[in-house]
């Protein structure tokens, strides 16, 4: 009898344990080892910021890049690279330079502005440049300009918000046809249709005169442009064109 208690005791406190030990949380696992911190690489150095100046008077090429604190022998390979595309010869004093640097302070690249349109550029990849003319986007806005001429042919086209170009290239129209240093007067009137050349909302430079009038002492005087696979040019409103074999006026129109 007291060994079939004992058994029963004995198989209560195993159940009794088994079922501590069933229900128990799990433990823990380990935590890692820490892992040793590895020392990053220390970010490379800015470029420096670009160096900007202009041609100048009375400069070279050549000597606005040593102004600009290019090398002699870089400006050599800068020239060689933009031969094919900068004519050295129709440079401006207000052209403007950019010259930008790699972090060692070489020159790794030039940009050249001729205009807000004309732009070249060189890179350096290693000792070898290369240069390119920059494709700059453009649209072509047509306007009217219309006036009555106060005093002369300049100021009145100015007076509409307009450059002296524009006033130039008008007079070359009706060259061989009117005198207008010699002609015009107060209460004379102009028009033309004329395309404005803009790279975003900045004006670059007049296009073509699509079509002119000026009227004086009664009479009009008309041009349309025309342009064909061969040629192009401002013809009157019968096909007659208006570039003849003497000049109305043999001198340049100015101020």
Known sequence: MRSLAAATLLVALCAGGAFLFLSAPPAPPPEPSPIADIPSAPPAPPAPAPVVGTLGKKRTFQDALAALGVA???????????RPHLDFRRLQPHDALEVHHDPSGDPAKLV?????????EATREGDAWTASRL????DRRVVVVAGTLRDNLFESVERLGERPQLVLDFAEIFAWD???????QPGDRFRMLVEKVHTGDQFVRYGRILAAEYESEGRAHVAIHFKDKDASGHYT??????????LKSPLEFTR
């Open 72 to 82: 002699r022998d870089r400006v050599v390979e800068i020239v060689q690279a933009l």
């Open 112 to 120: 050249y502005r001729q205009s807000p349109v004309d732009v070249v």
């Open 135 to 138: 494709d700059v986007p453009v």
């Open 178 to 184: 009117f005198d207008f240093a010699a002609d015009s």
């Open 237 to 246: 409103p019968a096909g007659e064109s208006l570039r003849r074999a003497f």
